[in-house]
Structures are given as C-alpha cells and as structure tokens.
C-alpha cells in the first residue's frame, strides 16, 4: 500500500536558518503530494502540492519539488520565522480515484529567536 | 464559507458511554472524510464519503465505530461503548473530488 516517511523531529532552528524536511513516499500510482501545516490547537491547513513530477510547489516561502527518480518532495525554506513554528506532515493522494490523503508522522518545528 | 466544523472542539467521557462527534462540510465539497490522529500512529483515515455514501470503511478500528453522512451538509461518527484507547483527536475534512482537503479544527476525545 501507499506510505509516507518523514523525519520525526523534533527540529529546533533559530530564526532566520534554513529548513529542510525529508519526506519520501511509496506509491503504487502516479500521486499527488502535499505539505500540511498544523499549528498548535489547529486542523492541518494546506501549505502547498504536486500533482506531477518535476513540479514544485511553494507558498509563504516554502517550497517542495516531486521527484519521481527519488521518490521524494522534501520541504525547504531558506530563513524561517518565529511563526512558522508548528508541525508539519507530508502526504499523498492516490491519483487512481481514492482521493484519500496517506500522511507521515508529522515533524514537529520550533524556530527560537 | 466558515470551513468545516466540527463539535464539540472538547469531549471528556468515561469509559463505556457513548460519544458521538459531529461534522459540518464546506458546502459544495462531495467528499467527507474522518482521521483520527494519535501520538503513537499519527493520523489515521477512519473512513471516507462520496456524495453521502460510504466509500471505504477499513480504517474503522472495531464494531464500535460507526459513521453515517444522512445529506450533503452533516455527519456524524459515533463510538460505543467508548474506551480510554479511544482517546485522541478526531478530524473531519472535506473535498471538492480531486482537490485539497480542508480540515475541521478537531475535536478532542479524553475517555477516563
């Protein structure tokens, strides 16, 4: 079946670094993938998505590019905020008609002064 | 649109009382979905509608878990008798067919 591995964090930045979050994935099909974001005592809110290889996707500084030749849509940011502390889960939708979300664990991010 | 809401946002019960969780979808949207999300397995698709009618219920844990969609604007997911293995925040999120899924704020469950 489907499945999304992430790192787990949690991951600790002072502001203004740079982000990386690993997200590989196993599918069967030609997904689509996303980055939710969930800040605390939040539902998840759409950060961005894929829906084909080679794609990138970005939003509020974020960005996140489908590699098919690696599996992979890792989440990158070149100087993060106080704000963009919260947790953030990597996930795909299986393109075959399901369209239910498979999400990692989720990492949990904190951005110190 | 106000999103998807979801009630109660807090649920505190003791074990073996019925709990029942509800769930307003973002009008239009054809698919309703049900997660569960825990610290030990992250989130979890219970089970999923389209156009009200149940399309893939494995994700249900036991018997004691019951969804129903009975129109386009409301459902329900309802668990008796409750156990404190239970415990854990339940999201509802709805679609418009191969689209985002917009989520609900949750609704946390502590069974004593």
């Known amino acids: 079946g489907d499945s999304v591995t992430q790192m787990e964090g949690p991951v600790t930045l002072s502001e203004e670094a740079c982000l990386t979050i690993?997200?590989?994935?196993?599918?069967?099909?030609?997904?689509?993938l996303f980055w939710y974001v969930q800040y605390p005592g939040e539902g998840l809110q759409l950060l961005l998505k894929a829906t084909k290889a080679d794609d990138k996707g970005s939003n509020k500084g974020f960005e996140a590019t489908y590699r098919k030749e690696t599996t992979s849509f890792h989440l990158e940011k070149g100087s993060v905020q106080v704000s963009d502390s919260a947790v953030y889960f990597c996930?795909?939708?299986?393109?075959?008609?399901?369209?239910?979300?498979?999400f990692g664990k989720g990492t949990k991010l904190s951005v110190i002064p | 649109d106000a999103g998807v809401i979801q009630s109660p946002r807090h649920e505190v019960t003791e074990m073996g009382q019925e709990v029942t969780l509800r769930c307003k979808p973002i009008s239009g949207h054809d698919y309703l979905f049900w997660y569960r999300q825990t610290m030990m397995r992250g989130l979890e698709l219970l089970i999923y509608?389209?156009?009200?009618?149940?399309?893939?219920d494995s994700g249900m844990p036991e018997d004691r878990f019951s969804a129903k969609m009975p129109n386009a604007s409301f459902s329900t997911l309802k668990i008796q008798p409750s156990e404190p293995r239970d415990s854990a925040v339940y999201f509802c999120a709805s679609s418009l067919s191969n689209t985002e899924a917009f989520f609900g704020q949750g609704t946390r469950l502590t069974v004593v």
């Open positions: 996930a795909l939708s299986d393109q075959a008609g399901s369209y239910q979300l498979t």
């Open positions: 509608f389209n156009n009200n009618v149940p399309i893939d």
């Open positions: 690993n997200c590989t994935y196993t599918a069967t099909g030609y997904p689509s």
